[in-house]
Nanobody
């Protein structure tokens, strides 16, 4: 059974930084594309970043240059380093993993089958 547990969210001022962690069990993160999505109140869940088994990375335009996705294979954990945070980054952030290797668009939400419980990120102005 695949379990994803996010941590690292919190309250930060605009311009600050946070690092989110996604600890995986039942899934070797180095063998699959892993992704982060976020959902703000009243909005649909949206793509943030993904990292493939071959270390290719993908970012949404609104976080490119500010966020970095990477993984620690020894810890079976995926991270999202978030810098220069803005109030519009406020959302619940979710880690996601596919049941099968992603062959389509790694930014597409329907490629992912397993989700963590989410971690709240709040950026104050």
């Amino acid at each position: 059974q695949v379990q994803l547990v996010e941590s690292g969210g919190g309250l930060v001022q605009a311009g600050g930084s946070l690092r989110l962690s996604c600890a995986a069990s039942g899934r070797t993160v180095s063998r699959y594309t892993m992704a982060w999505f976020r959902q703000a109140p009243g909005k649909e869940r949206e793509f943030v970043a993904a990292i493939s088994w071959s270390d290719s990375t993908y970012y949404a335009d609104y976080v490119k240059g500010r966020f970095t996705i990477y993984r620690d294979n020894a810890k079976n954990t995926v991270y999202l380093q978030m810098n220069s945070l803005k109030p519009e980054d406020t959302a619940v952030y979710y880690c996601a993993a596919p049941a099968l290797p992603v062959v389509g668009d790694p930014k597409a939400i329907n490629e992912y089958d397993y989700w963590g419980q989410g971690t709240q990120v709040t950026v104050s102005s």
